[in-house]
C-alpha cells in the first residue's frame, strides 16, 4: 500500500514537473535550494536547514522510492508553481490509502443521507467529484439555478459549452478558467489516463480551452468566491461561492454551495 501512494506521487510529481517546463532535475534541484535559503531566513526557527534538497533527492521520489517529507513537498509545490488553492485536495488525493488505513474505503458518491442534508439547505448546493468536477449530487434549488446542468455532467465541460452559461454568468470566464485549471493542475497522475484525454477532447473545440488548461488565474482571483449572475431583468445579483471538504468521514468528493448577498450593487 505504501508502495502504491509513494509510486502515484511520484507519477504526479514528474508529470506536473514537466508540464510546468521543469526539464532538468538539477535546475528544479537549484530552484528548490534558493527557496529553501529564502525561508531558512525568514522562518528561522522552522528546521529549514535540516532539508536537503539534490536532483538524486528528486530522482528517488519521482521513481517511488522516497516519500518527500512535508518541507521537502512545500519546496517542490512553490518552485514548481501550484496555488496553495489546490495544495491540501493533492496531499488528500495522492494518499487515499492513508486515510483508509482509519476510514476504510473512502466514498466516491454522496449517500442517501448527504443527499437529505443537501436537501435541507435553503440555499443552491451540490456535490462534486474531486479533481474533475463531475456533478454527483444536487438540490432543486441548485438545478434550477443552472438550467441543463444534470447530475452526471461535468460542471467545467458544461461551462464551456453552455450559451446560457457564457450569457448569464456575468464573470463566467473567471469561473470557467478556475475549474479547469484545477483540473489541469490536480488531475495529471491521479486521474486515470483515459478520463482525463477524455475530458481534454471534450474541451478541446471551444477556443478559450487551450488558454484556461495551460494557464493559473493570478492567486488573488482563484481565491475569488463571487458568482456574478444576470438576471432576465437586467439586474445582477452576487452569490457567494463556498466549497466544503466532507472529513466525518473523508469522501472523495466535496460539498459546493452558493448564498446569495442581498447588499450587493452592481453597476454593469
Given at each position: 500500500?505504501?508502495?502504491?501512494?509513494?509510486?502515484?506521487?511520484?507519477?504526479?510529481?514528474?508529470?506536473?514537473?514537466?508540464?510546468?517546463?521543469?526539464?532538468?532535475?538539477?535546475?528544479?534541484?537549484?530552484?528548490?535550494?534558493?527557496?529553501?535559503?529564502?525561508?531558512?531566513?525568514?522562518?528561522?526557527?522552522?528546521?529549514?536547514?535540516?532539508?536537503?534538497?539534490?536532483?538524486?533527492?528528486?530522482?528517488?521520489?519521482?521513481?517511488?522510492?522516497?516519500?518527500?517529507?512535508?518541507?521537502?513537498?512545500?519546496?517542490?509545490?512553490?518552485?514548481?508553481?501550484?496555488?496553495?488553492?489546490?495544495?491540501?485536495?493533492?496531499?488528500?488525493?495522492?494518499?487515499?490509502?492513508?486515510?483508509?488505513?482509519?476510514?476504510?474505503?473512502?466514498?466516491?458518491?454522496?449517500?442517501?443521507?448527504?443527499?437529505?442534508?443537501?436537501?435541507?439547505?435553503?440555499?443552491?448546493?451540490?456535490?462534486?467529484?474531486?479533481?474533475?468536477?463531475?456533478?454527483?449530487?444536487?438540490?432543486?434549488?441548485?438545478?434550477?439555478?443552472?438550467?441543463?446542468?444534470?447530475?452526471?455532467?461535468?460542471?467545467?465541460?458544461?461551462?464551456?459549452?453552455?450559451?446560457?452559461?457564457?450569457?448569464?454568468?456575468?464573470?463566467?470566464?473567471?469561473?470557467?478558467?478556475?475549474?479547469?485549471?484545477?483540473?489541469?493542475?490536480?488531475?495529471?497522475?491521479?486521474?486515470?489516463?483515459?478520463?482525463?484525454?477524455?475530458?481534454?477532447?471534450?474541451?478541446?473545440?471551444?477556443?478559450?480551452?487551450?488558454?484556461?488548461?495551460?494557464?493559473?488565474?493570478?492567486?488573488?482571483?482563484?481565491?475569488?468566491?463571487?458568482?456574478?449572475?444576470?438576471?432576465?431583468?437586467?439586474?445582477?445579483?452576487r452569490y457567494i461561492s463556498g466549497t466544503t471538504h466532507l472529513y466525518?468521514?473523508?469522501?472523495?468528493?466535496?460539498?459546493?454551495?452558493?448564498?446569495?448577498?442581498?447588499?450587493?450593487?452592481?453597476?454593469?
Open positions: 500500500m505504501a508502495g502504491d501512494v509513494s509510486k502515484r506521487l511520484g507519477l504526479y510529481m514528474r508529470e506536473r514537473r514537466k508540464t510546468a517546463g521543469w526539464d532538468s532535475l538539477d535546475r528544479l534541484a537549484e530552484k528548490m535550494e534558493e527557496i529553501r535559503k529564502l525561508k531558512e531566513k525568514s522562518q528561522p526557527h522552522m528546521g529549514w536547514d535540516e532539508v536537503t534538497v539534490g536532483a538524486s533527492n528528486l530522482a528517488k521520489q519521482e521513481s517511488g522510492l522516497r516519500w518527500p517529507t512535508p518541507k521537502m513537498l512545500a519546496l517542490w509545490f512553490e518552485a514548481v508553481g501550484i496555488s496553495y488553492y489546490y495544495r491540501d485536495q493533492i496531499r488528500k488525493l495522492m494518499s487515499p490509502e492513508l486515510w483508509q488505513l482509519d476510514w476504510g474505503e473512502l466514498p466516491t458518491m454522496p449517500s442517501a443521507d448527504n443527499m437529505k442534508v443537501l436537501r435541507s439547505y435553503g440555499t443552491p448546493a451540490a456535490y462534486l467529484s474531486e479533481p474533475m468536477w463531475n456533478l454527483l449530487g444536487a438540490n432543486d434549488q441548485f438545478l434550477e439555478m443552472f438550467p441543463g446542468l444534470d447530475v452526471g455532467m461535468n460542471v467545467a465541460e458544461w461551462m464551456l459549452s453552455s450559451d446560457w452559461a457564457r450569457l448569464r454568468i456575468h464573470n463566467w470566464r473567471l469561473r470557467t478558467h478556475i475549474l479547469i485549471a484545477a483540473v489541469a493542475n490536480i488531475g495529471r497522475g491521479i486521474v486515470p489516463d483515459e478520463e482525463l484525454q477524455k475530458f481534454i477532447d471534450n474541451c478541446s473545440e471551444y477556443p478559450e480551452f487551450d488558454h484556461f488548461w495551460t494557464t493559473d488565474p493570478p492567486e488573488h482571483l482563484v481565491l475569488n468566491t463571487d458568482l456574478i449572475m444576470r438576471m432576465p431583468d437586467k439586474t445582477y445579483r466525518h468521514p473523508p469522501t472523495l468528493f466535496s460539498g459546493y454551495s452558493l448564498t446569495y448577498d442581498p447588499e450587493f450593487e452592481f453597476a454593469a
